[in-house]
């Protein structure tokens, strides 16, 4: 079973180590965070160098995709050798056509890390120069601007080549919010692909006075560099990482909810899971025991009764069924978490050389796994927030909960938490609209009907990231009213979920604005996610 991982960095650890085989999602989201830096394995930089030299050797000898022919519907069109870097310099210009607003540094720092570990992995020939750079612009906190629209999940062709350009030195440098270096008039690289003319930006705009030395192209170059979805990856590995740590905090939210109804534990019993082993649910309800400090064989249905008094048969499915359709989210995650990794560690270029010299036409470029994966966690995700919005509207009920409706304190009429429900289903309606339309049931004819599929992981992982936010606000909501159910019982109950979210948690409950509350409550999604 795959259990993302809990364990923080240690102490002073701020090196993430890219050998194009070991990278994982969290010193990836480390490297995006920019609380490391890379650190390139030596031998793997060797093993690039090695497959520049095989590729230089192949290419003499017959026609090279996108080195010796044009791209796309040109794939017949032959470059004269001559004219093969020109016309790599040619192909990054045209392809850089992204458009939009510009991507959050974040995500575009893990794209370089992700770009930087797959050509360690030495299948696309590209210079090592090109992986020095990358994991410098990490180095040195700097990014390229890249726009938004471009990729659609057959590689992140204008996002790598306005990355390729910043690298030339046709294009600014920005730091977070700050362009560092713009791009000197008539600076741009000669048509033979050397390096630009030096740039001397002052001091005070570069961080620590150093920018990325600007890198030559060379034959070869352009089309290794594009040939990833590593922008499509690292939005992906960003937005799977997040929706972990949520789905982490829902078992603490779940768990405070269930103890607010005095839910029935047999749901959650370990034999009831270990007649159907599916890992996600079997674990859901393993948290839930744990966080509750509850035993893996509870007793049998006492009478039912609303409140402590009374437990009931069978609780609403928000409680009943919160392991199985929770754990297939868990499930959904850890299988993002594993397409992610397989890609961010193994080369997606097209041609692609293997270690035993040869050279291979293909479409592993071609990012539907990576698509549907992403459109599955959408829709699990969908589909455990709909029981959190359930478990809010139990919350407020006095035949489930032995309590005020809507868990009010004041007099008569009273709306206490009533409010928050309709906000919960504002964001489940987000939710809905991001899983309504799987973004890999799209479909796209290019290039003259050559490229006649595409994946849209890009599409894929910014609906995961909508999805992903929507929820941690839905998942405030109920922790809300769990914390409120709880503080009206005459003894609240003695678990770190309660004591961690009571103690940041305002304790009126006089009718008052709640957006506070809420906010409150999602900045204590990550702590209880950790518990």
Not at 258 to 272: F, H, I, M, R, T
Request: one cysteine or more.
């Amino acid at each position: 079973m795959d259990v993302p991982t809990r364990v923080p960095p240690k102490h002073g650890d701020t090196r993430v180590l890219l050998d194009g085989g070991g990278l994982t999602l969290p010193a990836l989201v480390r490297l995006a965070d920019a609380t490391a830096v890379p650190a390139v394995d030596p031998g793997a930089l060797d093993r690039v160098r090695r497959a520049r030299e095989t590729a230089g050797q192949l290419a003499a000898t017959g026609r090279w995709y996108g080195r010796g022919t044009g791209v796309g519907a040109h794939r017949s069109v032959a470059v004269d050798p001559a004219d093969e870097t020109a016309h790599g310099l040619r192909l990054l210009r045209s392809h850089a056509g992204g458009a939009g607003p510009l991507l959050p540094p974040r995500q575009v720092r893990a794209m370089l890390a992700v770009r930087a570990n797959q050509l360690l992995t030495a299948g696309s020939g590209i210079h090592p120069s090109f992986v020095t750079a990358l994991t410098d612009a990490l180095r040195l906190g700097v990014h390229p601007a890249v726009s938004q629209y471009g990729g659609v999940g057959t590689g992140d062709l204008t996002a790598l080549a306005q990355t390729a350009l910043t690298l030339l030195g046709e294009r600014p440098w920005l730091t977070t919010g700050n362009t560092v270096a713009p791009p000197d008039t008539g600076a741009s690289c000669p048509a033979g692909g050397g390096a630009p003319p030096p740039r001397t930006p002052g001091a005070a705009e570069r961080p620590g006075g150093e920018l990325p030395a600007p890198v030559v192209l060379r034959a070869g170059d352009a089309l290794a560099l594009l040939s990833s979805n590593a922008l499509a990856l690292a939005q992906a590995a960003l937005a799977g990482h997040e929706t972990e740590l949520l789905l982490r905090a829902t078992h603490a939210v779940a768990a405070l909810s269930l103890a607010a109804v005095a839910g029935s534990p047999e749901a959650y019993a370990a034999p009831v899971h270990a007649l159907r082993p599916y890992p996600g649910p079997a674990r859901a309800a393993a948290e839930v025991r744990r966080l509750l400090g509850l035993p893996g064989h509870p007793p049998s249905s006492r009478p039912e009764g609303p409140g402590p008094a009374g437990r009931r048969i069978q609780d609403p499915y928000g409680f009943r069924a919160f392991p199985q359709v929770h754990g297939a989210a868990l499930d959904a995650s850890a299988a993002l978490r594993r397409i992610v990794e397989v890609e961010i560690n193994c080369p997606s270029e097209n041609p692609v050389l293997t270690p035993d010299g040869h050279l291979y036409h293909h479409g592993g470029f071609f990012a539907a796994p990576l698509a549907l994966a992403l459109d599955g966690l959408s829709l699990a995700l969908l589909k455990t927030a709909q029981l959190s919005a359930a478990r809010l509207s139990a919350l407020s009920r006095p035949d489930l909960t032995g309590l005020p409706a809507f868990l009010a304190d004041g007099p008569a009429g009273s709306s206490g938490t009533m409010i928050l429900e309709y906000t919960a289903n504002s964001a489940l309606a987000e939710l809905r609209a991001s899983a309504a339309a799987p973004a890999s049931a799209g479909h796209a004819v290019l290039s003259h009907g050559l490229e006649e599929a595409a994946g849209f992981a890009g599409q894929a992982a910014r609906q995961t990231e909508r999805a992903g936010a929507a929820y941690a606000t839905l998942l405030a909501c109920e922790l809300v009213a769990a914390v409120r159910a709880l503080r009206l019982r005459p003894v609240p109950p003695p678990v770190p979920a309660f004591a961690v979210a009571a103690a940041a948690l305002p304790a009126a409950l006089e009718d008052r604005p709640l957006t506070g509350d809420v906010t409150t409550a999602a900045e204590l999604l990550p702590r209880l996610a950790e518990l």
